[in-house]
């Protein structure tokens, strides 16, 4: 840490005033001293020059014993024990010096600051830097080191003095007997995966074949009780040829970074490597990212790729980078490929090493460790926020006792912020590594998100091929592509959540019917996981189609805003169809009068095709009828079925 090099720094300097020169540089003071007092001074000051510490100290003791207010005594009985690295013995004495000649030399303020800071005396060390940056007679060349030690002072007294909440747990299924390390949950909350050593014994070798320890890519999911299960080994292709680890996935479950490490010619490489899931469920053979960004002279490694599968996040060591191991991002081409690696930059990257990036799934957080930033000690957890335009802003450390004296690193998040990952060693006794989860404090939480899940299929259950979906804010009008897996028709995609912005998910697919979800911002919380299947379905004359998220109070024809937000959309279908025609129909279930319900419906249907029509769509495009409970589509025996006939539909008459 800091402290550490500016007290090795004071030892270094007074070793060289005291030891090369004849006589130690002494300081000023107008005082009057008793004269049996100032007589030790030389006697001190000849055991010094010939090298007898002990014989110095104690004339020197006796100085201040004679005379306690004696401040050349003080100071070099401080500097003799500083030499002996006895900074404990130095600190009353030099405070002793100051009190009594608060100009005696400018720079006892700086030293014994750091001596404060060494001793845990956060506040104290503070107000000797200032003392002696507001100086005027200092020697300016220190100023640049006492400001860095007064910011580290501040940042352990903030740290230490407000301590976050920290209880870790281990991760209930997934930690067992064996070591359990380098874990990621997926966005949506249902996967770990993380490295297990094993103890296995190879049959081959006959019956003296030896037990062994064995890394194995491994795999456990979430149980309907909220654990996970214990987990296994990856199937083929991992584990086989590679040592495969430190995985990261997408929010769709579809796309899968690792580490590879190979020995190559007696060094340990690493690289970036991935795996797609195929349409039978099971993975393809693990490939390379691609040569522009594994180097075979160069370590690359702790990939995390964001939620949406747009930019990958790795650490690596290759030349031109700011110092050490920094972190790197890639974006995602329009051909599917990786752009050419590019440094994070400052004020993430620094001279020092930092590693293991976690990007969450906001996609404008990231955790990752550092040793470049100050901190409690060794390697500590940082947070970085990105703004709107994309900028990584102040770095800000995770908080005492989560950070410590000792190496702290390899942390990941949930959706919804609320607790953090990580593996140690030494929380259990005897237990080895194991994965823990905490509760993350509020202030380091990352942005609030939802995952949106799905499938979007054709009538027969059939992936629709060159359909597309669109999410809209509809509050800032910005939309947003939805990547679609062409194999399985699913996705996934994490959006911000706000409750002032609702968003519409919509199907556009030229000749299929107006699809969409409703998604509102009030009512999803951050970390929810929104199901979504859309259908899509071939425009036909006479075929009914519903309109999703039309929902009218009991007994009433009123539209609130999201069935106004669901219509708004509708009429950029039909304006995009501009040669269709439709006739907008309202049904109900069968609770109530039959004639309420027939005249109820009639009115909600009309209340929609007023809407449209205010919008400036041409009368002559459209109709209205109310059917009442007399076209039921699910039985009204169950409120599941009852909820069904509540609907809202159009029918095509003309295209």
């Not at 110095?56 to 207010?69: F, M, N, P, S």
């Not at 209880?167 to 996967?191: A, C, F, H, M, W």
């Not at 942005?447 to 009538?459: F, H, P, R, T």
Request: proline share 4%; net charge negative; charged share 25%.
């Amino acid at each position: 840490m800091m402290y550490r090099k500016l007290l090795l720094f004071i030892c270094i300097s007074f070793f060289s005033s005291s030891v090369l020169l004849a006589q130690p540089e002494l300081g000023a003071c107008e005082q009057t001293i008793e004269e049996i007092a100032q007589k030790q001074m030389p006697r001190a000051l000849k055991a010094w020059k010939t090298g007898n510490y002990r014989e110095a100290e104690r004339y020197l003791k006796k100085a201040i014993g004679l005379d306690e207010h004696y401040a050349d005594a003080l100071y070099l009985l401080g500097d003799l024990y500083v030499k002996m690295v006895q900074m404990h013995k130095a600190e009353p004495l030099w405070a002793k010096v100051l009190e009594v000649c608060p100009d005696y030399k400018p720079e006892l303020y700086y030293f014994l600051g750091a001596i404060y800071l060494e001793n845990e005396k956060r506040q104290l060390a503070i107000q000797q830097f200032d003392s002696f940056l507001k100086h005027p007679e200092r020697d300016r060349g220190y100023d640049k080191e006492v400001k860095a030690a007064k910011r580290e002072a501040e940042l352990l007294e903030r740290l230490l003095g407000n301590p976050v909440d920290f209880n870790p747990k281990p991760v209930r299924g997934i930690s067992t007997q064996q070591d359990e390390y380098l874990g990621v949950i997926s966005p949506d909350q249902q996967l770990m995966f993380f490295t297990r050593r094993v103890k296995k014994v190879n049959r081959r070798d006959g019956p003296a074949a030896r037990t062994r320890l064995v890394e194995e890519f491994s795999l456990a999911e979430r149980l309907p009780s909220g654990d996970f299960s214990e987990g296994a080994a990856l199937p083929g292709p991992f584990n086989q040829q590679y040592n495969e680890g430190g995985p990261s996935i997408t929010a769709d479950n579809t796309e899968l970074y690792f580490t590879v490490c190979q020995n190559i010619d007696g060094y340990q490489n690493c690289d970036v490597y991935y795996s797609e899931k195929d349409g039978f469920g099971g993975w393809t053979s693990p490939q390379s990212v691609g040569d522009h960004i594994n180097q075979r002279d160069s370590w690359e490694s702790q990939p995390s790729v964001s939620a949406n599968g747009d930019v990958l996040y790795f650490a690596s060591n290759r030349k031109g980078g700011l110092g050490g191991l920094d972190i790197y991002y890639c974006m995602r081409e329009e051909d599917g490929s990786w752009s050419a690696p590019r440094n994070l930059g400052a004020p993430v990257n620094t001279a020092k090493d930092e590693k293991t990036p976690f990007i969450h799934s906001d996609s404008r957080t990231l955790y990752f460790t550092s040793k470049g930033h100050m901190g409690l000690g060794g390697f500590d957890i940082f947070y970085a926020r990105a703004g709107t335009d994309g900028v990584w802003k102040q770095v800000e450390n995770i908080g005492y006792p989560i950070n410590s004296k000792e190496d702290d690193l390899g942390l990941f998040v949930s959706l919804d912020g609320r607790y953090g990952y990580f593996a140690s060693n030494k929380l259990r006794a005897n237990m080895g590594w194991d994965i823990y989860q905490f509760n993350l404090p509020p202030q380091v939480r990352p942005q609030s998100v939802a995952l949106i899940q799905g499938s979007l299929k054709d009538e027969n259950q059939e992936v629709a091929a060159d359909a597309a979906l669109e999410i809209k804010n509809l509050k800032t009008r910005e939309i947003t592509k939805v990547k679609v897996d062409r194999e399985t028709g699913a996705y996934a995609r994490v959006v911000e959540v706000r409750p002032e912005e609702d968003l519409i998910l919509t199907v556009k697919k030229k000749g299929a019917a107006f699809s969409s979800k409703y998604i509102s911002g009030k009512e999803n919380a951050s970390g929810a996981v929104i199901k979504a299947p859309l259908k899509v379905k071939q425009l036909a004359v006479g075929k009914e189609y519903t309109l999703n998220d039309i929902n009218f109070a009991t007994n009433s024809y009123a539209l609130d805003e999201a069935s106004r937000a669901v219509i708004d959309e509708f009429i950029v279908f039909l304006e995009e169809n501009p040669n269709l025609k439709a006739d907008i129909q309202g049904h109900t279930d069968n609770v109530g009068n039959d004639q309420d319900n027939l005249l109820l419906s009639k009115n909600r249907a009309k209340t929609v095709y007023a809407y449209v029509l205010e919008k400036g769509i041409s009368a002559g495009r459209l109709s209205h009828h109310g059917y009442g409970e007399t076209r039921p589509i699910a039985d009204n025996g169950t409120e599941t079925g009852r909820a069904q006939n509540r609907r809202t539909v159009f029918v095509i008459t003309a295209r």
